[in-house]
């Protein structure tokens, strides 16, 4: 087992192609990290290769597990149940989603491992606008503050390779599919509308005492203005200064980006004022 390193769920040509956007940024912008790729090997029509990865592992379980989303976007879900199940290919692991963006040194992320078995980051606070239609999702409104210690998001996770982090994911992926039967399924994954998502069923296991305590896991937290700098909160840490520190950008709005490419081959953060 190496010491340290990346890994990536993709599932589907979307969530493949934008997971090769941030593996390329990753040896771009904080080389040294080897990283792994959990798919389901559909091969991306817009990169035709997995050559941005330095292991690849191919799962064939989709159709197991895609009766829990009759939405396509709601496969980004698929993290809780891979974690659970796979090898850990790293004595310290860095899940990262997808849609995320590495911008620079990363390296640190592995220290606050040194005391915590699981590290998250906090979720923005968000007020949302009202909608009409149940399952639409809301938009964002309007930025609370860039931190809200209450909330944690399921997009970055640091963790190291035991028995108990693979348990939490476990469990997480059980809660998970025990409120993804019946009816529910149709609601969409937004819990405003009576849905559900990963995130929502993260924060719920975080905040039982019950599960606390019987999973007896040590939990971190790391700044998300540095390692989980979400599109909502981009504006507002330009304003604050601290738009040049952040290291993990984590927003659908970088695969738009692919038309606006640099020397490098990876597409160019646009002027925050364009988004």
Known sequence: MNKIGIIYIAYGEKSLNEATISAKSLKRNSPGFPSTLFTDSVISSA???FDDFDDVVILN????IEYFFLETDRMIAIK???LGQMNFPYEFNFYLDADTYVKGDISPVFD???CSDIVLTNDSKV?????EFLGERRKP?????LTNPSVYNSGVIAFKASDVTRQFFQTWWRKFAEVS???????????WAGGFNDQTILNQIIRDEHHKKSLDIAIGVMPNTLYNGTGRMWKEMERQGLWQNVRILHSHYIYQWLDIVGENGLPQIPPLEHL
């Open 47 to 49: 990169f035709s290769s």
């Open 141 to 145: 409104e309007k930025l609370i503050q």
């Open 61 to 64: 379980n989709r159709r197991e």
């Open 127 to 131: 007020e949302f606008s009202s909608s």
């Open 80 to 82: 809780a149940n891979v």
């Open 181 to 191: 039967v019946g009816e529910r399924r149709y609601m969409g994954k937004w819990s």
């Open 112 to 114: 606050y491992l040194s």
